[in-house]
């Protein structure tokens, strides 16, 4: 089992930084890649983006291209989510989750991945 917990979310200024945090436990994670979803009210889960643990390929949605960085910290067994420039629109619960790219290398879709963890929220103000 795996456990994922993030950590780092807070409220925020349109044009303001945060950084996520999000800790992987349980088992050897090598053959994943870390995803990062939000999700606000009335919503579907969004994929943010994601960074596969071994060569640390990232690959990002088109909304935060260029403002949100996804980064990995193998001796911490930690994923991080930069984001700057935030965005009223960037409210959100923020998750991270886990994909085996081992059975798929579609990591855009929330229901690839197979843990979870219980999210952060993200609150921009304008």
């Known amino acids: 089992q795996v456990q994922l917990v993030e950590s780092g979310g807070g409220l925020v200024q349109a044009g303001g930084s945060l950084r996520l945090s999000c800790v992987a436990s349980?088992?050897?994670?090598?053959?994943?890649?870390m995803g990062w979803f939000r999700q606000a009210p009335g919503w579907e889960r969004e994929f943010v983006g994601a960074i596969a643990w071994t060569d640390g390929h990232t690959y990002y949605a088109e909304s935060v291209k260029g403002r949100f960085t996804i980064s990995r910290d193998n001796a911490k067994h930690t994923v991080y989510l930069e984001m700057n420039s935030l965005k009223p629109e960037d409210s959100a619960v923020y998750y991270c989750?886990?994909?085996?790219?081992?059975?798929?290398?579609?990591?855009?879709?929330?229901?690839?991945?197979?843990?979870w963890g219980q999210g952060t929220q993200v609150t921009v103000s304008s």
């Open positions: 989750a886990a994909v085996d790219l081992l059975r798929t290398i579609v990591v855009v879709k929330p229901t690839n991945y197979e843990y």
């Open positions: 349980g088992r050897d994670l090598r053959n994943y890649a």
